[in-house]
C-alpha cells in the first residue's frame, strides 16, 4: 500500500462558526493504481488533497485528527523542511486551474528547472536539459523553443501539459490530479488522460484523481471513493460502483450523465444543493435530498458499513452489513 488516509478530520475556522470540510475520511491508494474521488462541488475532495500535501492554510485551516500514511511514514508528523523534500519528488499535484498555478512572470524553464534543481541535485545546463525532455514527453511541439516562453503564450490544454511536466518530472510515486481536465474542450480533455495514463503506465505512478466527471472516472479508474458533505458515502471498484450503486447518492449522480441514445428522455437531477456546511441536516447529510429518506434518517448519522466488496454509508444497508470505521 503507498497512501492510507485513515479518519482525517480537516476543519476551517470562519467568524461564523467551525466548518467541517473533511469529516472522518478514510481511503487507500495502491502502487500503480488510479483512485478517483468524485463528489459535487463543496464535498470536500480539494480539501482532501490538500492535506495530503500539508497545503491546508493555517489559518484558517487545521488537520485536527487522523494519520496520512506514505510508504509507512505518517505525513502528519513530518516537518516543514521534510514535506518540501517530498512534496514535487515523491507525491506531485497538478492543480485545479493550471493558469493560476503557473508563475505568470517567470518563464517555464525556470519553473521546470526550480523543479528539478532543487529535487534532482542538477546543475542549471542539466536542468534545462531536462526540462526540454519532459515537455517533450508530454507532447509540447518545439519543445526546446517553447520552454523559453511564459504562461501567457500558451494555450489551456499546453499548459495544462506545462503542469504535468512539473508534476512528473521527479518522478513521484504519487500523482494528485485536480480536476485535470476542468475548463479543456473534449478532444483535448481526452489527449490530457491519455497523456496521464500512459505516463503512469511508463513510471508506475499511482494517481489519486479528483473530479466530478463520471465519464472520466469510468475510462480511467480502477476504484472509486464517493465523497458528500466532507464524508465518505460509499467506495468500491469502478465495476461495482458502476453497474449496481448502493447509496442513493452515487445512483443520482450516475443517473445524472446525459445518455446521448435517447434525445427524448430529460436528463436527471439530484433535486436540492449541498447544504451549509455550517448549517448541516440533523441526521443524514443527504437526507434532505433523498429519495429513500426514512424518520430514521432524519434523526442518526449513518455509519460506513461493509457491503460485499465495498463500503457505503446508508440505513438501507446497516443491518446487511458490519459497521466499519475505515
Do not use: W
Not at 467541517?20 to 478514510?26: K, R, T
Amino acid at each position: 500500500m503507498l497512501l492510507e488516509v485513515k479518519n482525517l478530520k480537516t476543519q476551517f475556522k470562519t467568524k461564523n462558526g467551525v466548518v467541517n470540510a473533511v469529516n472522518g475520511v478514510s481511503f487507500q491508494v495502491n502502487e500503480g493504481e488510479v483512485v478517483a474521488v468524485v463528489g459535487e462541488s463543496g464535498s470536500g475532495k480539494s480539501v482532501t488533497s490538500l492535506s495530503i500535501m500539508r497545503l491546508i492554510p493555517n489559518p484558517p485551516g487545521e488537520i485536527v485528527e487522523g494519520e496520512l500514511v506514505f510508504e509507512g511514514e505518517d505525513l502528519l508528523k513530518k516537518n516543514k523542511r521534510e514535506m518540501q523534500d517530498i512534496r514535487g519528488n515523491k507525491i506531485s499535484m497538478i492543480f485545479q486551474e493550471p493558469m493560476t498555478s503557473l508563475n505568470p512572470v517567470f518563464t517555464i524553464e525556470k519553473q521546470l528547472c526550480e523543479t528539478l534543481m532543487r529535487h534532482k541535485n542538477l546543475n542549471k545546463k542539466e536542468a534545462v536539459k531536462e526540462a526540454v525532455k519532459m515537455l517533450e514527453l508530454v507532447g509540447i511541439p518545439s519543445p526546446g523553443k517553447r520552454v523559453k516562453d511564459y504562461p501567457h503564450q500558451m494555450s489551456g490544454g499546453m499548459r495544462q501539459r506545462i503542469m504535468i511536466a512539473m508534476a512528473l518530472a521527479c518522478n513521484p510515486k504519487l500523482l494528485i490530479a485536480d480536476e485535470p481536465t476542468t475548463a479543456l474542450d473534449v478532444t483535448i480533455q481526452a489527449q490530457i488522460l491519455d497523456l496521464m495514463l500512459n505516463l503512469k503506465n511508463k513510471f508506475g505512478t499511482s494517481i489519486l484523481l479528483i473530479t466530478h466527471d463520471l465519464g472520466v472516472v469510468a475510462e480511467t479508474a480502477d476504484k472509486v471513493v464517493v465523497m458528500y458533505c466532507g464524508q465518505v458515502v460509499e467506495k468500491g471498484s469502478v465495476k461495482d460502483i458502476f453497474e449496481k450503486p448502493l447509496h442513493p447518492y452515487t445512483e443520482g449522480l450516475l443517473m445524472s450523465i446525459p445518455k446521448i441514445d435517447d434525445e427524448k428522455e430529460k436528463l436527471f437531477v439530484i433535486e436540492g444543493v449541498v447544504p451549509n456546511p455550517l448549517n448541516l441536516p440533523k441526521g443524514c447529510a443527504f437526507s434532505t435530498r433523498c429519495t429513500k429518506c426514512m424518520d430514521r434518517c432524519k434523526e442518526e448519522g449513518p455509519d460506513l458499513v461493509e457491503v460485499g466488496e465495498r463500503k457505503v454509508r446508508c440505513f438501507l444497508y446497516s443491518e446487511k452489513g458490519e459497521v466499519s470505521n475505515g
